[in-house]
């Protein structure tokens, strides 16, 4: 595996200074903790803490160096008369994946989203398949209803025969990869090893879509991860367009469907067809037809009879949910949702456990950007602060991406980590003007990467690339954690599934920047044409856009109950221990550990944590491994941190001061080996489990370690009881 080779980053440069008043205490906090755990954890430039940069540069701004291509904007699919419409296919084909600026882009197989808003056809991306990257954009606004025909039309012959492989009868249900030795023998057990179905890699032309930072409900056609549709690319959009229909015109009325027989029966019996003739049809050790306790319909009909959403689907199906706006009544009490969605930078990306990887590797993924235009609200807000100047605030979408057709456990000589792409582009060149201000959507959509977003050359302060940030993971800060004098003056380190909003500032004088390192630049801004003038300024403190109500602070009195989460890992041991001085040799020789959470793998049909409806729950996530800095990912609920402790940099945990940020991804700071034995390390986090009751998952979203087990369900149950008692 190659996660440990992506997580580095920058180390901190802090000046020593004694702080005297209580403001000053609590912002000392606050660069010792980013200052002590950026190496550990998915970084912030929240409240900045690491100095310039430590890049040696050039005494002036330099010319862009032989141009890479300019950044292509990715195509959107927007929403219209409050309502998100997209078409969203999951094909496959031969996409040309850059490696440098120099050499021939590599021919490579994969599945990809091709996305068409069916309400304006203008409306469609990839405009040409063969380039790699990213699905659509999808861009939508809060209150609007989210209308998606998911069809799965991949042409399994061309992978090897991945799809399922288990209940095919072949070999263990893992993927399957041979090792060829130097005297010629092989390694027929090079993959899975010492992986067992279905905590394997897997299941690879099988889809669905997760739409990550998104507050809606996780069950029925909502974010449901748990429903897993086959390919079958004899179902088209026309055929299930009229049932669909139906559907999506219940949704806007509010009547999401709640179970089986809320969906039309002409597309329920057309789905009962289908999975009926792959279970007779489909080959099974040689023949044909499926053992009777693999069948897939016979699943789906015992989890109908027991009212529960059935998890099986071929070739399509409908996502429908409505984007949830937050209201108060004039008592400043909610009406509706207690919760409320977040406008900002989310992502949507095919989540079918044992292929997380291989769909992301493949570029499965793409933007989902939340609006909120009104005058106060996040967006509006910003386009008016520059718009009451006479001046436009451009907007960037940035998904960063790494692709390749195979994850490195299937590799039989591990290979390097694929180049990190942006918007399936290798270092491509964005261009400002002198003075110019831009808002950059950065989306960390690799498997296992972190990014490092930094700035270089810098030379002086007159000659820098400034920016400040404004949202982290699609949740805008507080007024005054924007407004920190150090917000800006540090580098970032996104984990996977970290996003990150900035207001970049490109410098009066002409010239080339790059984004990354000198060594390894990610994307190059050139500085050039005429200067903005007057140059255009970040907002005060006070014009930036307060949070709304629901974004307050979680405060010690609410929390109904405490919870320890303990993400570890044995090294192919017989059983799994937390000391691995006291390890035993492994089971396979080279073979990788498991990562675990709370001392096993995930477990299909067991329920390990249960949170109460509209409650508020703080969760101490530990990290016992060491070298890794695994990030914790938990749906439908953001969180807050209110402790944090690296055992590498720290001496004694640090309770972080309010008002405290809002996350959905946050890497764990890694263990550290004393004396033979792991002081682990950890985050506190608090969040508000309101609005949706429903099962779905956490995991570590160094997605290899998800696919392989790293992973829990969860479920929110109802507070509420038809009991009386008199």
């Known amino acids: 595996m190659a996660e440990a080779d992506d997580v580095k980053v920058h180390a ?59 950044l292509i904007p990715i195509g959107e699919i927007t929403s219209n008369a409050k309502k998100l419409q997209a078409v969203m296919t999951v094909t496959n084909g031969t996409r040309n994946v850059p490696t440098s600026l120099t050499a021939a882009p590599t021919p490579t197989m994969l599945r990809y989203f091709e996305g068409v808003n069916p309400a304006d056809p203008s409306q469609k991306w990839p405009v040409t398949p063969s380039a790699p990257g990213p699905g659509p954009t999808l861009r939508c606004a809060l209150g609007d209803t989210v209308q998606i025909t998911l069809l799965n039309q991949v042409k399994v012959q061309d992978f090897g025969g991945s799809l399922d492989s288990g209940e095919e009868g072949r070999g263990t249900g893992c993927d399957q990869a041979t090792k060829v030795n130097a005297d010629g023998t092989t390694d027929k057990n090079w993959y899975p090893s010492i992986d067992k179905y279905p905590d394997c890699l897997h299941g690879s032309s099988s889809a669905n879509i997760h739409f990550h930072g998104t507050h809606v409900t996780p069950s029925t056609t909502g974010d449901n991860v748990l429903v897993q549709v086959r390919p079958n690319p004899q179902v088209t959009e026309r055929g299930v367009r009229e049932s669909f229909r139906k559907i999506f015109h219940a949704c806007e009325m509010g009547r999401e469907p709640q179970k089986w027989e809320d969906l039309p029966i002409e597309w329920r019996e057309n789905q009962r067809v289908l999975l009926e003739e792959y279970d007779i049809t489909a080959p099974f050790q040689g023949g044909h037809g499926l053992p009777l306790n693999l069948r897939l319909w016979p699943q789906n009909r015992e989890a109908i009879a027991e009212s529960v959403w059935p998890q099986w689907y071929i070739g399509s ?5 409505q984007i949830p706006e937050y209201e108060e009544d004039k008592n ?83 290979a390097g980590p694929p180049a990190k792409l942006v918007n399936g582009q290798f270092t491509p060149t964005i261009n400002m003007r002198p003075g110019q201000i831009q808002l950059w959507r950065m989306i960390n959509a690799t498997v296992q990467a972190f990014v ?9 302060d007159a000659l820098r690339i400034k920016f400040r940030q404004t949202a982290q993971d699609g949740v805008q800060l507080a007024r005054k954690n924007y407004g920190d004098s150090q917000n800006g003056k540090s580098a970032i380190n996104m984990a996977p599934a970290n996003r990150v909003d900035l207001l970049v500032q490109a410098p009066d004088t002409k010239g080339c920047y790059v984004l990354g390192t000198a060594g390894a630049p990610i994307l190059y801004i050139n500085v050039t044409g005429d200067a903005i003038n007057p140059r255009m300024e ?83 996530i530990v990290n016992d491994t060491t070298g890794i800095a695994h990030p914790f990912h938990i749906h439908v609920n953001p969180f807050q941190i ?17 008002p405290y940020v809002w996350w959905d991804t946050f890497a764990i700071p890694k263990g550290k080996l004393v004396n033979g034995k792991i002081v682990p390390g950890y985050f506190k986090m608090r969040s508000r489990f309101v609005d949706f009751t429903g099962l779905y998952v956490q ?15 969860v479920q929110v149950v109802s507070n509420r009881t038809l009991n009386k008692h008199h």
């Open 12 to 70: 901190a440069e802090t000046a020593e200074t004694v702080p005297s008043t209580k403001e000053e205490r609590i912002r000392a906090a606050r660069r010792e903790f980013l200052g002590q755990s950026i190496a550990a954890t998915s970084g912030i430039a929240l409240l900045g803490v690491l100095g310039p940069s430590v890049l040696e540069a050039a005494p002036q701004a330099i010319p862009c160096p032989p141009p890479g291509p300019t």
């Open 317 to 321: 199906y409908p996502y429908c949910f």
């Open 332 to 414: 400043h009490r909610p009406i509706g949702v207690k919760m409320g969605q977040a406008p900002g930078t989310h992502w949507y990306h095919s989540h079918k456990h044992g292929s997380t990887a291989i769909n992301l590797f493949n570029g499965l993924a793409g933007a989902l950007i939340i609006t909120d235009d009104s005058p106060e609200g996040y967006d509006g807000k910003l386009k008016g602060h520059y718009a009451s100047k006479g001046q436009k605030l451009e907007e960037l979408v940035l998904v960063f991406q790494q692709i390749t057709a195979a994850p490195n456990l299937l590799s039989a000589a591990p």
């Open 452 to 460: 490092n977003v930094q700035f270089n050359p810098v030379t002086s």
């Open 538 to 620: 970040f907002p005060k403190e006070e014009e930036f856009p307060k949070q709304p109500p629901f974004l307050a602070d979680i405060e010690a009195s609410t929390i109904r109950f405490r919870r320890e989460v303990v993400y570890g890992w044995e090294a192919g041991r017989t059983a799994p221990g937390r000391n691995p001085a006291n390890a035993q040799p492994p089971l396979v020789p080279n073979a990788p550990p498991h990562y675990l959470i709370d001392g096993k793998q995930f477990e299909d049909q067991i329920i390990d944590q249960v949170m109460l409806l509209d409650s508020a729950e703080e969760w101490t």
């Open 642 to 658: 209110v402790e944090v402790f690296d055992p590498n940099t720290m001496t004694t945990p640090l309770k972080l001061p309010q």
């Open 699 to 713: 995991h570590c979203h160094i997605l290899p370690h998800e696919d392989r087990g790293m992973m829990q369900l």
